[in-house]
């Protein structure tokens, strides 16, 4: 062979191994990253909480709307909670809310952080007792029952005789419990920066993981609990006109212009009740949330008038405390209420259901405050048996104060109600959505022919969220029969 010709074959058997290498970088690069593709998980509920560690016991870092994709870039070691990355930074969710998508076999095992301490609001700080005598502070609220006061055609909100502050709404969406546990029945979803996201605050309960929990007033809904750390608490202007600190940082003084006495500093958007003004009128006295009182320059502060409350008609509050005290014998007035056992609405507006539980048709919603006669309590002690204006009916002991002796009221076996279960009739195919739009992810195909219920619905009905085999989802309301009362699902907003 020539030199020249060994030369030609050595050159082309170095393009001939060049070209195997780059096809065999490309395989590997494809292998690695088929190996180690991101598993995601998308969101299998309406909303979902993303918290600071792997348990119920960590704080929200943020709520996201179903169909949302995380990627996962971690597990703990019970394998029920997921590391997520998310728009507010790496958090937890709970996999049981979540679709899995991808190979998870090489996630890493994450330890949990540490719970970080935060100071949590109590029955004391609330408002809720006055906390004097040294002795432990009861959960019992020392405030009136809420009175619904309308301040516009579409606002009505929620004002209790005594309150000190009240709750708002601090992250996207909070679900409203029946109890203050984690896992409760939800009653409804709250949702930051809402007209009427000012509540009433009528209770305070810590569970059994050292997690605080407030019971709000929500007109339309009742009475319901919501983790304390997803509300910041205002001022109520029942206890007095609420002034804001102006721009700018103020040390308080003892008295009017002259020295602080160690009295604390406020600044910008800080709170509190008007309780005086000097005769010279260039002074007020305020008094913080905490009880503090002090002198501010009258220039230093100005009038709240951007809440709910600071709207309300409180001559309407003073009307029903006063027939409330009537109704309970209380200063000596004779007061026209209803003879033997019953009991008032405790609550908004309330169900009158056809049998004793939450499956029976509604006959009728009455407003809070009203008076019903109790002819009959059943076997559980949950459901009384009322009557009124629309006959006899079922109503929850939960949400009403009963009056009269409780050992007369018989117990009474509950007659057949109509039971105001609705379902969705698939007939062949369809499709599951993981919210009510068709931008959201989806969940699968629901194979008829089947039934499935009906547990919420949007308000024009255009979409239903059913209980299916695939999970909770939302279906497409103009493509599938209802079986029952639409009308009696609740909405959601």
Known sequence: MTLRRWNVTLALLCVLLLATAGQVAFASDN???????????????????????????????????????????????????????????????????????????????????????TVSPSAVSLGLVDGQGGGAASTTPTIGSPVQILIDPNTVISVSPGERFRAVIMVEAVNLRSQP??????????????????????????????????????????????????AFFRLSR????????????????????GSSDGKPVVRTGDEGFLRDISADSQFVAIELGDGTMGWLPF??????????????????????????????????????????PHIVVNTGFLNIRSGPGAQFTSLATVPGGT????????????????????????????????????????????????????????????????????????????QGPTEVAIVARTADGGWIQVNSPLGFGWLIGTQVPVRGDLSSVPVVP
């Open 181 to 230: 546990f984690d896992g409760a029945p939800v009653l409804t979803t709250l949702y930051k920066a809402t007209s009427s996201s000012d509540y009433s605050i009528l209770g305070y309960e810590t569970d059994k993981r050292a997690v605080a929990w407030i019971a709000i007033d929500v007109p339309g809904v009742g009475i319901g609990w919501i983790e304390a750390t997803h």
């Open 299 to 340: 220039s230093a502060v100005y009038t709240r008038t951007d809440t709910p409350s600071d709207l309300a008609d409180l001559s309407q509050l003073s009307a029903s405390s006063a027939l409330e005290e009537a109704a309970q014998g209380i200063g000596g007035g004779s007061a026209n209420v209803t003879d033997g």
């Open 238 to 257: 029942v206890t007095g006109t609420v002034v804001v600190v102006r721009d700018g940082e103020f040390r308080l003084t003892s008295t009017p212009g």
């Open 31 to 117: 292998f690695q990253q088929a190996q180690f593709a991101i598993p995601k998980l998308v969101v299998n509920a309406s909303f979902l909480n993303i918290r600071t560690g792997p348990g119920v016991e960590y704080s929200v870092l943020v709520t996201v709307v179903g169909g949302t994709e995380l990627s996962v870039i971690g597990r703990a070691s019970d394998n029920v909670w997921f590391q997520v990355d998310s728009v507010a930074g790496v958090g937890w969710v709970n996999v049981q809310f979540t679709l899995p998508r991808g190979s998870f076999e090489n996630v890493p095992t994450v330890a949990a952080p540490e719970i970080v301490s």
């Open 371 to 446: 008076k019903l006669s109790v002819s009959g309590i059943s076997r559980d002690g949950f459901w009384f048996l009322v009557s009124g204006s629309f006959g006899e009916g079922w109503t929850n002991a939960e949400y009403v104060v009963f009056r009269g002796v409780i050992s007369a009221v018989p117990i009474v076996a509950a007659n057949s109600g109509s039971l105001s279960s609705v379902f969705a009739v698939i007939s062949g195919s369809a499709t599951l959505y993981a919210a009510p739009g068709t931008n959201f992810g989806m969940i699968g195909n629901i």
